[in-house]
């Protein structure tokens, strides 16, 4: 199976902040990535599909980059309603494994 | 507007069965793939099972392959997961979702709010 790593586990960040967020796949995945965003008690929502097309109605501050094996997640300018923990899946190959997670707390 | 909505969850005994459904409603059930995706408590997501919209394929993940049973009956509009030989580990509240497909890569664009299963 396919791993994903995401790094951070835990990022601290100001109201205003520019952050990045980053997934690796044990191999390549070509652009096969989605990333979500989870609150607590709430199902996740699809933020980006095909690691840089924005799902219709989320904010542009939020864009993915990436292909291969490395791929990012970047909140332009955080915005109070962003700070939720943030998956990436890949889906290139069964079995569609999860990265751990990054937990995105309010310094 | 897209609706999914589980149900089934409960508490069941070690060794013991359960069937979640995942009732679809606002897009053709049987144009897309579909999903269930469970969450331990306190812990990240698993992708669990894929079923195609014709239901003539289906996919699992290790954990679960030869315990559980993915399935949809198009004509209710409704996704099944059929469980067995339930362990202490298979607790998490199962989400199911709609996904959209490139050929076979699918990812999943709306979530249901999920049911919860408790073994113990």
């Known amino acids: 199976d396919i791993q994903m790593t995401q790094s951070p586990s835990t990022l601290s960040a100001s109201v205003g902040d520019r952050v990045t967020i980053t997934c690796r796949a044990s191999q390549t995945i070509n652009v096969w990535l989605a990333w979500y965003q989870q609150k607590p008690g709430k199902a996740p929502k699809l933020l980006i599909y095909k690691a840089s097309t924005l799902e219709g109605g989320v904010p542009s501050r939020f864009s993915g980059s990436g292909s291969g094996t490395e791929f990012t997640l970047t909140i332009s300018s955080l915005q109070p309603d962003d700070f939720a923990t943030y998956y990436c899946q890949q889906y290139n190959s069964y079995s569609y494994t999860f990265g751990q997670g990054t937990k995105l707390e309010i310094k | 507007e897209v609706q999914l909505l589980e149900s089934g969850g409960g508490l069941v005994q070690p060794g013991g069965s359960l069937r979640l459904s995942c009732a679809a409603s606002?897009?053709?059930?049987?144009?897309?793939?579909m999903r269930w995706v469970r969450q331990a408590p306190g812990k990240g997501l698993e992708w669990v099972s894929d079923i195609s919209g014709s239901g003539s394929n289906t996919y699992y993940a290790d954990s679960v392959r030869g315990r559980f049973t993915i399935s949809r009956d198009n004509s209710k509009n409704t996704l099944y997961l059929q469980m067995s030989s339930l362990r202490g580990d298979d607790t998490a509240l199962y989400y199911c979702a709609k996904g959209y497909c490139s050929s076979t890569s699918c990812y999943a664009g709306h979530w249901g709010q999920g049911t919860l299963v408790t073994v113990s």
């Open positions: 606002g897009f053709t059930f049987s144009s897309f793939a």
